[in-house]
């Protein structure tokens, strides 16, 4: 069986998603809505504030390890 119907809609997509600026996804990125959302987050405590959002990832896969590897089966 051929594969070029899935290799042609993947072009399909590709080209209909770089086609302009009309497909947005976000309507209120142009907005002051989102100029301030957007001055929130890349401010000067950017790092500090993407450690903080991250921080909880390393806890958690941590403490998941351990009870798949401690606890009996």
Known sequence: M?????????AII???SLAG????????CNTETGIAVRA??????FLQTL???LAPFP????????VNRLLPD
């Open 21 to 28: 600026p009309d497909l947005v996804a976000c309507p209120t």
């Open 14 to 16: 590709i080209l209909a």
């Open 40 to 45: 929130g987050i890349f401010n000067d405590a």
């Open 2 to 10: 051929s594969r070029k119907p899935d290799s042609m809609k993947k």
């Open 51 to 53: 450690g903080e959002v």
């Open 59 to 66: 806890v958690l896969a941590l403490g998941l390890f351990l």
